[in-house]
């Protein structure tokens, strides 16, 4: 079936760091991917989508790119800031019709001043 | 524009209890997902509705747990008899598929749900 694996958290950057947060996948055709993010007592947002290969997505300065050679869609900011301390969560849509979602795990973002 | 209404925010009920999150879609939405946020078992999908039908209810854990959707406005997921491990975030979001299916799911801010 279906996965997405991201990266283990939680990850602490200092403010006007590099963000990198991987993201690789396991589906059969071509999914669509989705970058979630969730703040503190809130539910999940959508933050950026692509839905076919090398389209990138892009929102408040975080960026992802479809990488169908690689299957991954890595989540990219070039500054963070402290308020985009939350946790991050990769999706995809598989191609078969479904509306459902498979989330990965959630990383965990904490920046500091 | 009202986004998913999810209530009660918290719950807190002992062992044996019968528990019952209620969730108000965004209007005009067409599906409606339940799902359950833990840290061992991070998020995961309980069942989901199209046009008020139950679609998929394999993550349903157990007979314990049944999810209504009597109209296109409001959904409810029951849990009787309750037990601790049943604590956790569950979270209700909805979507239209009007559009396509790349539109996003649309989350409620989640009940916090404790079983003592």
């Known amino acids: 079936g279906d996965s997405v694996t991201q990266m283990e958290g939680p990850v602490t950057l200092s403010e006007e760091a590099f963000l990198t947060i991987n993201c690789t996948y396991t589906?059969?055709?071509?999914?669509?991917l989705f970058w979630y993010v969730q703040y503190p007592g809130e539910g999940l947002q959508l933050l950026l989508k692509?839905?076919?290969?090398?389209d990138k997505g892009s929102n408040k300065g975080f960026e992802a790119t479809y990488r169908k050679e690689t299957t991954s869609f890595h989540l990219e900011k070039g500054s963070v800031q402290v308020s985009d301390s939350a946790v991050y969560f990769c999706a995809l849509r598989g191609p078969a019709g479904s509306y459902q979602l498979t989330f990965g795990k959630g990383t965990k973002l904490s920046v500091i001043p | 524009d009202a986004g998913v209404i999810q209530s009660p925010r918290h719950e807190v009920t002992e062992m044996g209890q019968e528990v019952t999150l209620r969730c108000k879609p965004i209007s005009g939405h067409d599906y409606l997902f339940w799902y359950r946020q833990t840290m061992m078992r991070g998020l995961e999908l309980l069942i989901y509705f199209n046009n008020n039908v139950p679609i998929d209810d394999s993550g349903m854990p157990e007979d314990r747990f049944s999810a209504k959707m009597p109209n296109a406005s409001f959904s409810t997921l029951k849990i009787q008899p309750s037990e601790p491990r049943d604590s956790a975030v569950y979270f209700c979001a909805s979507s239209f598929s009007g559009q396509g299916r790349n539109q996003p799911q649309h989350f409620g801010d989640g009940t916090r749900l404790s079983i003592l």
């Open positions: 692509a839905t076919k290969a090398d």
């Open positions: 589906a059969t055709g071509y999914p669509s």
